[in-house]
């Protein structure tokens, strides 16, 4: 069983602060990792992918990806009220690229 | 660019009757996703279909759920007769394709209301 897991949350980060949010996934042969953000009530819409270890840079967000240790983290600069959401991270797996999911946490920025 | 489109947004039924979503992907998307989400859960993969073919639905309940996909564009995926735990947020996506870091783009979702 292929597993990706999250830690539910809540996580209350302060507004400006770096809110960093982790998973970690078991299978090796795993090939890329993605971040989707969920508002309630919504579809979770993409922020961001990495397949290569090492961080990867888009505005406030920095993914971190280390293969060795089989996990995946997002971590958000400068944390807005509009940050609030449920983060999910998704896992493709190598070896018939189907898509593991996990159940997301849930990311609370006070102002 | 027009998104993932879906419809109905809402569904409310009572238990036992039948019901259909219907899911219109991104132009030029060749995959297309069914999935079931839960509160406080991740998306649930039921089905999903390469052009018309449906390469994986070993997730799919075969008794009650059904899905098609006749011409490789849209999408429709029944359940008969539905049940009270079927409530949930049914999801489409689809991506260019299925390789790598293809990307799934989600449509805004059918919730479904079982009584």
């Known amino acids: 069983q292929k597993e990706v897991e999250q830690n539910s949350g809540p996580l209350s980060v302060p507004e400006g602060a770096i809110a960093s949010l982790n998973c970690t996934y078991s299978d090796r042969g795993s090939q890329s990792f993605f971040w989707y953000r969920q508002y309630s009530g919504k579809s979770p819409e993409l922020i961001m992918f990495?397949?290569s270890n090492g961080d990867k840079e888009d505005g406030r967000f920095t993914a971190q990806l280390n293969k060795a240790s089989q996990y995946v983290s997002l971590l958000i600069r400068d944390s807005q009220p509009s940050d609030s959401a449920t983060y999910l991270c998704?896992?493709?797996?190598?070896?018939?690229?189907?898509?593991?999911w996990g159940a997301g946490t849930k990311l609370i920025i006070k102002p | 660019e027009a998104g993932v489109v879906q419809s109905p947004r809402y569904k409310i039924i009572e238990k036992k009757q039948p019901v259909a979503f219907w899911c219109n992907p991104i132009?030029?998307?060749?995959?297309l996703y069914w999935y079931r989400q839960n509160l406080g859960q991740g998306p649930e993969l039921l089905i999903r279909y390469e052009n018309e073919e449906a390469v994986d639905d070993s997730q799919l309940p075969k008794d009650r759920f059904s899905a098609e996909r006749l011409k490789g564009v849209d999408s429709t995926l029944k359940i008969q007769p539905a049940e009270l735990g079927d409530s949930a947020v049914y999801l489409c996506a689809s991506s260019l394709g299925d390789r790598g870091t293809d990307t799934q783009y989600f449509g805004p979702g059918t919730r479904l209301t079982v009584l």
């Open positions: 132009s030029g998307h060749n995959t």
């Open positions: 990495i397949y």
């Open positions: 998704a896992v493709k797996l190598g070896s018939n690229y189907q898509l593991i």
